[in-house]
């Protein structure tokens, strides 16, 4: 997907606001992390193929879909397999979003109340689809050191900028020194508390480019609880018809 799904250890020691040691050079640094961030997984247009497994301590499922994207702005998700959510669709306009139920064969848009209710069932919420906020626009940033940093490992915390309605106190991102890659994000409250933690691995080439093509999401609030996302195929800035981000297609017209 475009959007860094929509674009997410816990058990590492994360130092508190007050307790930061900012580096030499950090803003300059800071900002080329945080735009690395932002572009891995953003482009002009994109079409994915994406396996999503979904763990919990009664159950595990796993979904695969296709998910097209234009701009930042739309997103449009097929689900594939299994057979029993084969053809539901989410359509994404902006900050609106539609869901298609294909048993019950209606379209039903996403009220503002269930914005934060989980995706397909998944860790994921309608939000995390929907939010259009990137690291470089929309948060400040500085470079940190926990303290007990792992070798070879650059940290940037990133606090939401005042005025935006995002739910997080702030973000710790970890990237890799060589290469930028990420390695894991980690999200806590407004009062420093941990609320989930993203984790990056499997990096692979498609196309011209490189990226994690596993992310692993893990709530921190709900033991056994993760969803994790497997790139299986990606091709960005490609041609797309308009007509795929429409509510026509969300029956099933468009491919």
């Known amino acids: 997907m475009e959007k860094r799904a929509v674009v997410l250890g816990i058990v590492l020691t994360v130092l508190l606001p007050g307790a930061l040691r900012p580096q030499a050079g950090a803003s300059e640094e800071a900002q080329r992390i945080v735009r690395r961030m932002d572009d891995l997984y953003r482009s002009r247009s994109s079409e994915t193929l994406i396996e999503m497994d979904i763990v919990t301590p009664e ?22 397999e299994p ?20 048993n019950i064969d209606k379209v039903l848009k996403i009220p503002p109340s269930m914005m934060m209710s989980s995706w397909m069932g998944s860790d994921f919420t309608n939000d995390d689809l929907v939010k ?6 929309s948060y ?44 894991w994000e980690k999200y806590y409250d407004e009062k420093a508390r941990p609320m989930r933690e993203i984790r990056f691995s499997d990096v692979k080439a498609f196309g011209t480019r490189r990226i994690p093509s596993v992310m692993e999401l893990i709530p921190t609030s709900k033991e ?5 996302i497997r790139y299986l195929e990606a091709r960005f800035d490609i041609d797309l018809s308009p007509e795929i981000f429409t509510l026509r297609n969300l029956h099933g017209g468009e491919k």
């Open 132 to 137: 259009e906020y990137t690291f470089i626009e």
């Open 59 to 80: 159950w595990q499922r796993t979904l695969k879909m296709r998910a097209w994207s234009l701009g930042t702005d739309k997103t449009f998700i097929r689900i594939l």
């Open 83 to 102: 057979k029993k959510e084969e053809g539901v669709a989410t359509l994404r306009l902006g900050n609106e979003m539609w869901n298609f139920l294909p």
């Open 140 to 183: 400040r940033f500085e470079m940190f050191k926990p303290e007990a940093p792992e070798e070879g490992l650059l940290y940037v915390r990133c606090v939401p900028k005042e005025g935006l309605p995002i739910v997080w106190g702030f973000i710790v991102i970890a990237v890799r020194q060589e290469g930028l890659m990420p390695v």
């Open 224 to 228: 056994g609880h993760k969803t994790v």
